[in-house]
């Protein structure tokens, strides 16, 4: 009997520790990713494809890819930004909102991520501005690009 009691109240204990994997980490609070343009596709003008790289700086440190659209007859921007850790954990995060061609702003919200990442939920807004590239209409369709960042704050939901 006493064995039973025994392994019951190492299974209570044990048992909290089970949901501990699964549930979501605290969220990082403030980022800020601070890159260049690196392919321009303005094919589709006025909404144009934009590739860019560079660094995350402030609670997530690493460096980043990103995919975005803009569509400048109709003042937003979306995409996708890939983030990946000093340490190899990866988050990647959806955003869309607007731009007036020199500063962009929105939401964002987090698609998946791995390792310290990887139950991150939630999302928040963005602020930033863009790099204001000379575009042409010809390859290689810009030059002279000065960069850019955008700040990127969880909010809790």
Same mark, same amino acid.
């Given at each position: ?30 980022? =800020? ?13 006025? !909404? ?27 003042? +937003? ?32 919200? !987090? ?20 790099? =204001? ?19 990127? +704050?969880?909010?809790? =939901?």
């Amino acid at each position: 009997m006493q064995k039973l009691i025994l392994l019951v109240c190492i299974l209570a204990l044990l048992l909290p520790l089970t949901g501990i994997a699964s549930a979501s980490p605290a969220q990082p609070g403030k980022f =800020r990713i601070k890159g260049y343009t690196t392919s321009v596709d303005p094919s589709g003008f006025p !909404v144009v494809g934009l590739q860019s790289a560079g660094k995350v700086i402030q609670h997530i440190q690493g460096t980043f890819t990103m995919d975005e659209t803009l569509d400048y007859y109709q003042s +937003t921007n979306s995409g996708t930004l890939n983030i990946t850790t000093k340490k190899g954990d990866t988050l990647v995060i959806g955003f869309a909102g607007g731009t007036d061609g020199a500063t962009v702003w929105g939401g964002f919200w !987090v698609i998946s991520g791995t390792g310290a990442y990887a139950n991150l939920t939630g999302g928040g807004t963005y602020e930033g501005i863009v790099d =204001r590239c000379e575009f042409f209409y010809t390859p290689p369709y810009f030059t002279n690009c000065p960069g850019f960042w955008a700040d990127f +704050t969880f909010d809790g =939901r």
